[in-house]
């Protein structure tokens, strides 16, 4: 018989430690010994790690379902379909109960052992922990200068101080994540919302470290649709760009009005195709340029504007217990 480890407690744990999951069937056994042993190296022995299962296409969930028999501290949660890292790990966070709630990923590249250190900054008065990477190796040129351009990029256009290479590495006090649970978008930025809440927030300094296993779960075109998110969910300056632009453009404008009625009174001639077609090109460009920035912003206000659920769970796993989540919120991330 499967030794059952960790009987739960009937008062709520003093940490959670959340992970989104979205095939990594083959890392979970390590991700959730590693967790453990970082929760004795802190003193923690009250804990429960609710691992969210993102629709994946693999065995995660069996892995799962495995890991939370073997150990009531793991909690199973498995959503309805993939809905994407962010709101994944939106529900984890709606779901824990710790005072203390750890945010890491399942490809261990962020270290379960940093956490020792996050929980002696929060006890020294941290309202939040975020990892911060010096260094992320193993990964490629193009990959690491693109990250690094978007933070920047992000940093200069946002008004919410927004720290630069940072991810969803963290760990939170209750009241953080409580206001965080609160704030009802879909298009989720975390880590720029947590930042926008405020609070007491410190960086710990490390390196980022290679995949143990698999491949990346975050390819070039979700990067952009995760920077499109975190760009229009905290800044207006497109918009603004957008008039920027329009603006510049019609001084070009007058200043071609200006050369035409000049050649037409004192050369004598009238430029060809050539000008005529390029100055319709750049004023295309320019007005499509422009709706599509609008249409991002307002794209996002219809789906707002529709008030689905951000998220639908399938089911809880504690232990040898399948159950739905109690509530309608909880369950449906509304």
């Known amino acids: 018989m499967t030794a059952i480890m960790g009987a739960p407690s009937k008062v709520s744990p003093n940490l959670s430690i959340v992970v989104p999951c979205y095939n990594e069937e083959r890392v979970l056994e390590e991700l959730c010994a590693r967790l ?43 959503l309805s379909r993939n809905y994407g890292h962010q709101l994944a790990l939106s529900a984890g966070l709606s779901l824990s109960g710790g005072q203390r709630v750890f945010v890491i990923d399942a490809d261990l590249q962020d270290p379960p052992e940093l956490l020792p250190q996050m929980m002696r900054l929060m006890d020294e008065g941290a309202d939040v922990v975020y990892g911060q990477r010096k260094l992320r190796i193993g990964e490629t040129t193009f990959k690491k200068s693109t990250a690094a351009a978007f933070y920047r990029l992000l940093h200069r256009l946002t008004d919410t101080s927004i720290p630069l290479d940072t991810g969803d590495f963290r760990l939170m006090r209750r009241e953080v994540v409580d206001v965080l649970n609160s704030m009802p978008e879909h298009h989720r930025f975390v880590r720029g919302m947590v930042s926008w809440i405020g609070y007491n927030q410190v960086a710990l300094p490390y390196n980022r470290v290679p995949r143990i296993s ?83 912003y307002v794209g996002r206000i219809y789906i707002e504007s529709k008030r689905r659920p951000l998220y639908v769970i399938k089911e809880v796993h504690r232990g040898a217990a399948t159950e739905q989540p109690l509530s309608r919120e909880r369950l449906h991330g509304a």
């Open 36 to 78: 453990k042993v970082a929760c004795e190296a802190a003193g923690e022995a009250n804990f429960e790690i609710v691992v969210v299962n993102d629709g994946s296409r693999d065995g995660t969930w069996t892995k799962i379902v495995e890991l939370c028999g073997r150990d009531r501290r793991v909690v199973g949660v498995n």
């Open 214 to 296: 698999g491949e990346t779960n975050y390819p070039l075109g979700k990067m952009i649709g995760l920077a499109l998110d975190a760009i229009t969910g905290f800044s207006t300056a497109p918009l603004r760009l957008s008039t920027y632009a329009a603006g510049s453009f019609m001084g070009l404008a007058l200043i071609l009005a200006i050369y035409v009625l000049y050649s037409v009174v004192f050369v004598g001639t009238v430029r060809g195709w050539a000008s005529l077609f390029l100055g319709f090109l750049i004023f295309s460009s320019i007005q499509l340029f422009c709706l599509g920035l609008v249409g991002e």
